[in-house]
């Protein structure tokens, strides 16, 4: 199981547009820095602004983070780009053949059981914030210098 890059591109891209704030922020910019194409990072912008997350400024260009950082959760961004609301990390083959006892009674036995992990996960990801990256890619960047 593996959650798509979408999610570390865009917590990437918050850290970006956080450490860069002495230019316009630019998919092209983000694309160079990720090591993608601009257009993922335009489509994660459109996402990322669906959510309330950040603007993307019109005519002088740019993006510009909504909230404070220690208010935008990695469960915030997940959802963003990741999932619909309502969408279950895992998901579930939809036809068990009914005919046979382990089909018949199989999400008997893990729907409870995905669902504990789903919601230990999502815990985890609301308990980071995009406060602890900007804190962490200062200590690094000035373990660099």
Known sequence: MQIS???TMAIHMFACIDTFTDQKMTSDFMAGSIGTNPVI?????QQLKAAGLIKVLRGTGGVVITKPLDEITFLDIYRAVECTPDE???H????????CPVGRNIHHV?????ARVQEAME??????????VK???????????
């Open 123 to 132: 815990r985890e990801l609301a308990a980071i914030t995009l406060a602890d």
């Open 135 to 145: 804190k962490d890619t200062e200590l690094w960047i000035s373990k660099e210098q």
């Open 88 to 90: 279950e990390l895992f």
């Open 92 to 99: 579930f083959h939809e036809n068990p053949n009914q005919k």
């Open 5 to 7: 890059s979408r999610f």
């Open 41 to 45: 990072i335009r489509k994660l912008l």
């Open 110 to 114: 893990l729907d409870d059981k995905l």
